[in-house]
């Protein structure tokens, strides 16, 4: 069975200093990974997506993921922090074509210091 | 476009009771997916529609239920409220004609049972 776990509920890091958020994946097929941000009494919002395309995917806001098969890893990542990315992070995985039962991780909360 | 909506927004409810939820999708959206996001358990998938009918289920017992009607507007109902039905509960649309696996989510109904 596809899941996703996210190691680190909690990251804090300085304004301008990078972010690194680590999810790895089990998955016994190729995986359509995924990073949410969720800000507080809001929805999810997208990020970016993996689907077998390219390795290294660009999201919104600067964020990137790259996927790495070798380590079963889909580590979300951001030059430089700002603090408007403060919020919950999640990474997610789907069990495959029309089957949209997304499976979430527990989540990481980045907290962004002045 | 406009973005996925979700009606009420908060709600206020007595065990025992029941309760109905409302989610309209992005517009050419087929899919309807509703999701419970509780502190404990974190963010688990309820069910998903696809033109009118259940495509798939999760692990939720059977006070849990859902429709989804022509124009793709969903409404999912808790029967016999419990406190631990206390949760965000969140939607979400997505378009399955392509291999877009993307989920757009609403911000969500916050369902408080007293």
């Known amino acids: 069975a596809q899941s996703v776990t996210q190691l680190g509920s909690h990251v804090s890091v300085s304004e301008g200093a990078l972010v690194l958020l680590r999810c790895n994946y089990s998955?016994?097929?190729?995986?359509?990974l995924f990073w949410y941000v969720q800000y507080p009494n809001q929805g999810l919002q997208l990020l970016l997506k993996y689907t077998s395309a390219a390795t290294l995917v660009k999201g919104i806001n600067g964020f990137e993921a790259e996927f790495k098969k070798s380590e079963t890893s889909f580590h979300l990542t951001k030059p430089s922090a700002h603090m408007s990315d403060a919020a919950e992070y999640f990474c997610a995985v789907i069990r495959g074509v029309n089957n949209n039962d997304m499976r979430f991780g527990a989540g990481t909360r980045l907290t962004v210091k002045p | 476009k406009a973005g996925v909506t979700q009606t009420p927004r908060y709600l206020i409810k007595t065990r025992g009771q029941q309760v109905t939820l409302s989610c309209s999708p992005i517009s050419g959206h087929r899919s309807v997916s509703w999701y419970q996001q509780t502190p404990g358990q974190g963010l688990q998938f309820l069910f998903e529609y696809f033109s009118e009918t259940q495509r798939n289920k999760g692990n939720f017992p059977g006070r849990f239920s859902g429709r989804q009607f022509s124009n793709s507007r969903s409404e999912m109902n808790v029967s016999t409220l419990e406190l631990g039905d206390s949760a965000l509960y969140l939607c979400?649309?997505?378009?399955?004609?392509?291999?877009?696996?993307?989920?757009?989510f609403g911000p969500g109904t916050r369902l408080t049972v007293t």
């Open positions: 998955s016994s097929v190729p995986p359509y």
């Open positions: 979400a649309s997505a378009y399955t004609g392509t291999l877009s696996y993307e989920q757009y």
